[in-house]
């Protein structure tokens, strides 16, 4: 999912059966940011180019103050990601298992993610 700073979904990606790792996900999909926006994420597309990320801890080592302080700045933008994941999870669409036919989930997701938007956004 995309979303922007006050919470909005802009978009969803297509579903994908089975469990996947974020960045193969981010890769197959190719998708493109504008130039005004700066992706940010979490260590799950660690390796992906273009995104900012949390540092991390080196071995042995501890991270510097302010490198503590760059995480922290993140982590306060990509809580409002979290939280819309939590919101979407109400719809049960994250959370159960999916039952129906797959080739259905993307457009169920996408409408879902749309009444989360009406809803909260």
Known sequence: MVVNRKGKILSVS??????KHDKKLHDETKLIHGKNVKPISDLGYFGATGITMPIKKPKLKELTIEDKKFNKKLSKQRIIVEHTIGKMKIFQ?????YRNDLTNHSLVFKNVAGLHNLMYA
Not at 14 to 19: A, D, H, R, T, V
Not at 93 to 97: E, Y
């Open 14 to 19: 297509n579903s994908s059966p089975g469990s």
């Open 93 to 97: 669409i994250l959370s159960q298992r």
